[in-house]
Nanobody, 115 residues
Framework: QVQLVESGGGLVQPGGSLRLSCVAS????????MGWYRQPPGKQRELVAA???????NYADSVKGRFTISRDNAKNTVYLEMNTLTPDDTAVYYC?????????WGQGTQVTVSS
């Protein structure tokens, strides 16, 4: 069983920045595939960014150039640096871990972009 705990969400003005963190349990975090997803109000959950155990990344087109995913295996943590935020980025952001054939989700953290 892997537990994921997200933090860093909140209210930010358009054009602002936030950094989300997700701490994972387990002694073999380095082999987990990690990702950030988001679910805007009234919409389906969607991929924001993902990072493999080897450090390869991919991003949704809507966040390319603005968001950066990274990981610190020594801290069992994956980050999502979000810059130039817009109201369209408002959503609950979820951390996901792929461990072998299993998938685990965090509880989510709310990000609201509003003036």
């Amino acid at each position: 069983q892997v537990q994921l705990v997200e933090s860093g969400g909140g209210l930010v003005q358009p054009g602002g920045s936030l950094r989300l963190s997700c701490v994972a349990s387990g002694r073999i975090f380095s082999i987990y595939g990690m990702g950030w997803y988001r679910q805007p109000p009234g919409k389906q959950r969607e991929l924001v960014a993902a990072i493999t155990s080897g450090g390869s990344t991919n991003y949704a087109d809507s966040v390319k150039g603005r968001f950066t995913i990274s990981r610190d295996n020594a801290k069992n943590t994956v980050y999502l640096e979000m810059n130039t935020l817009t109201p369209d980025d408002t959503a609950v952001y979820y951390c996901k871990a792929d461990v072998g054939l299993r998938t685990y989700w965090g509880q989510g953290t709310q990000v609201t972009v509003s003036s």
